[in-house]
Antibody, heavy 128, light 111 residues
């Protein structure tokens, strides 16, 4: 059973960088066919997709975060990470890591199974 | 791509059916023929969990009283008989192109 767990500081000062790590257990992060994702739940609002990273290091980001977001992956530790720079109070949220299963096979057939595993979430507050 | 859900609040009597609509600002039809929309539910105190992927495929362990349907820009999640454990906020999400985007959420509550 694959499990994801977020870790990182719960309080970050404005203008600083928010850093979170997601640890994966029960499966190797380098197994392919998965995109390792970050989603956040803004207070009083809905869910926002932040971005995802493939085991090879290929990334896709939400343009709304401009150049503030950086995702990385460490296959040797089965971890992937998020760094969000220049944070403001608007970045206060519950941050989730999740696994998206999506791939093309050797015949270029497309397979997609959704964000089927989520971490428990970690609350990050941006405040001085 | 903007995802618009309705209603935003859905009070339901146990045992009765429920329906949530999701409309996208453009067609979510993938070149492979799939409708790239998922449904998630976030129950109180829990992380979101996958209910439906590619428009109509139930995720593992999801009861068959949950059914997803629709195509192009209009999608529906139906619960045939609501149970108390179904309380939560339901979200649709388009997965046709990044950035993936969610609907505003529909809060299902028991009358």
């Amino acid at each position: 059973q694959v499990q994801l767990r977020e870790s990182g500081p719960g309080l970050v000062k404005p203008s600083q960088t928010l850093s979170l790590t997601c640890s994966v257990s029960g499966d190797a992060i380098s197994g392919g066919n998965y995109y390792w994702s970050w989603i956040r739940h803004l207070p009083g609002k809905g869910l926002e997709w932040l971005g995802h990273i493939y085991y090879s290091g290929t990334t896709h980001y939400n343009p709304s975060l401009r150049s503030r977001l950086t995702l990385s992956i460490d296959t040797s530790k089965d971890q992937f990470s998020l760094k969000l720079s220049s944070v403001t109070a608007a970045d206060t949220a519950v941050y989730y890591c999740a696994r998206l299963r999506s791939f093309y096979d050797y015949r270029d057939n497309y397979y997609y199974y959704g964000l089927n595993v989520w971490g428990q979430g970690t609350t990050v507050t941006v405040s001085s | 791509i903007v995802m618009t859900q309705s209603p935003l609040s859905l009070p339901v009597t146990p045992g009765e059916p429920a329906s949530i609509s999701c409309r996208s600002s453009r067609s979510l039809l993938h070149s492979a023929g799939y409708s790239c929309v998922d449904w998630y539910v976030q129950k109180p105190g829990q992380s979101p969990q996958l209910l439906i992927y590619l428009g109509s495929n139930r995720a593992s362990g999801v009861p068959d009283r949950f059914r997803g349907s629709g195509s192009a820009t209009d999608f529906t999640l139906r619960i045939s008989r609501v149970e108390a454990e179904d309380v939560g906020v339901y979200y649709c999400m388009q997965a046709l192109q990044t950035p993936y985007t969610f609907g505003q959420g529909t809060k299902l509550e028991i009358k």
